[in-house]
């Protein structure tokens, strides 16, 4: 039984209460200055990306009457054109003052924008990276194109047609033609010999850092280790014109899986792997669970790779910092700079800074979309790395505050995770 006076007193307490609370709260929702000051001017590593090359051809299909353009589904929210978020970046490259994001104004800005493809030709690129602090960034692409030549912008092709030497389509051809594979060999132990390991060593001729696995988008990461025998057999069942069943086709990508892992970490090529959520508004996020690789990540064999769980596994970014105990295993936190808030992604990196922050790597994931001209490659890489430099900084400020590390410890982790753990994955100059 409560008495009277006590339940006359509830809300004043609530009151009292909030005030205490609050000042906490807010405490860890604002970054300290200084330390925001000191972020901002790191000169990043961006460890993903789909940078464009320069060039104009892509704005034939951009429309002048409908600048912002649609995405071709429905975006999440700091993807869509009308977050407001994209006047930071608009005023960052193309010194856009005003604060409308419709009528006349942006078509001017879309006017502007053109003109400044045109007139910077091969250096748009790079200008891209300096407006946005970043020194370079590593581009997952087939190839790279004009502007992207030099230490600005750093390599990291497709590994996905070499897992599948008899669904690997077109990009599986232009590979073998590169090494002089005219056509594909009848026996695994052939293919793997004059296809894939001298595939991998001309990436890392070629420059290359890394190369990048797309395969949670086609299926599940579970790749099992299977004797080379049973890959061989269903190997040269198909070469022999059978169809093999699903569960054969499965265990000869997971054995050529483990091959290329073993092979990149051989010629020294870190691995990247999409985890967590994709693109896509039917992607399956549980395919894609970092937790599946643990199995590949462990196999003693692969300890002389290093893996990125690119996107950190996010949802199961939890998953992910587990697993940045093993000794091989990093995660960057790429598209999360665009799934999350800074406020939200500042959580994520609290934990994992807490946890391994030797392992985490900045990354943006800025990619293109011709659907979009004013928030395309350009302008995901200014926000995204705004929005990376903004989550630190909350993220450190926090934990500067409950007394875990002093300030200069804040500023080391930041450059750690901004640039010095990529330097050292990639060994960059
Ligand atoms: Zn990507």
């Not at 700079?337 to 807490?354: C, G, N, P």
């Amino acid at each position: 039984m409560v008495s009277s006076n006590v339940k006359r007193l509830l809300p004043l307490w609530g009151a009292v209460l909030c005030l205490l609370i609050t000042p906490c709260l807010y405490a860890q929702s604002v970054a300290d200055p200084g330390l925001m000051a000191e972020i901002a001017r790191i000169k990043a590593v961006d460890n993903h990306c789909h940078c464009g090359p320069a060039g104009v051809e892509r704005a034939a299909k951009w429309r002048a009457d409908d600048p912002l353009g649609a995405p071709p589904y429905p975006a999440v929210v700091r993807l869509r054109v009308d977050n407001p978020e994209w006047l930071r970046a608009w005023r960052a490259l193309y010194g856009y003052q005003s604060g409308d994001m419709s009528g006349p104004r942006v078509r001017g800005l879309f006017e502007t924008k053109l003109r400044l493809l045109r007139e910077d030709g091969e250096h748009w690129p790079a200008l891209v990276l300096d407006r946005a602090g970043v020194e370079t960034a590593l581009v997952n692409a087939d190839e790279l194109g004009p502007g992207q030549a030099g230490t600005r912008f750093r390599w990291v092709p497709f590994a996905d047609p070499l897992i599948r030497p008899y669904n690997g389509g077109e990009r599986l051809h232009r590979l073998m033609q590169k090494v002089q594979a005219g056509t594909r060999p009848s026996t695994l132990a052939a293919y793997t010999t004059v296809v894939v390991t001298p595939t991998l060593e001309r990436w890392r001729r070629d420059g290359a850092v890394a190369v990048k696995f797309l395969a949670a988008y086609r299926r599940a990461l579970d790749f099992a280790a299977v004797p080379e025998a049973d890959a061989a057999r269903i190997y040269e069942q198909q070469a022999c014109g059978e169809k093999p069943s699903p569960a054969g086709e499965k265990a000869l990508e997971d054995y050529l899986f483990r091959y290329v892992a073993r092979e990149a970490g051989r010629v020294g090529l870190v691995v990247h792997i999409h985890t967590g959520n994709g693109n896509g508004p039917y992607f399956n996020n549980g395919n894609a669970n970092p937790e599946l690789l643990e199995p590949a990540l462990g196999d003693p064999a692969l300890q002389g790779t290093k893996f990125v769980l690119l996107h950190g596994g996010w949802p199961y970014h939890k998953v992910a910092m587990a697993m940045m105990d093993k000794p091989n295993t990093y995660a960057d936190f790429s598209a999360q700079t665009f799934y999350l808030s800074a406020r939200a992604l500042s959580e994520v990196l609290r934990d994992w800074l807490e946890w391994q922050p030797e392992k985490v790597l900045f990354g943006s994931d800025a990619y293109s979309d011709e659907n979009t001209p004013l928030a395309d490659w350009e302008e995901k890489e200014w926000l995204m790395t705004t929005t990376a430099r903004e989550a630190l900084a909350l993220a450190l400020t926090g934990m500067m505050r409950d007394g875990e590390i002093t300030r200069p410890r804040a500023i080391e982790i930041a450059r750690m995770v901004l640039r010095e753990n990529a330097i050292k994955l990639y060994h960059l100059k």
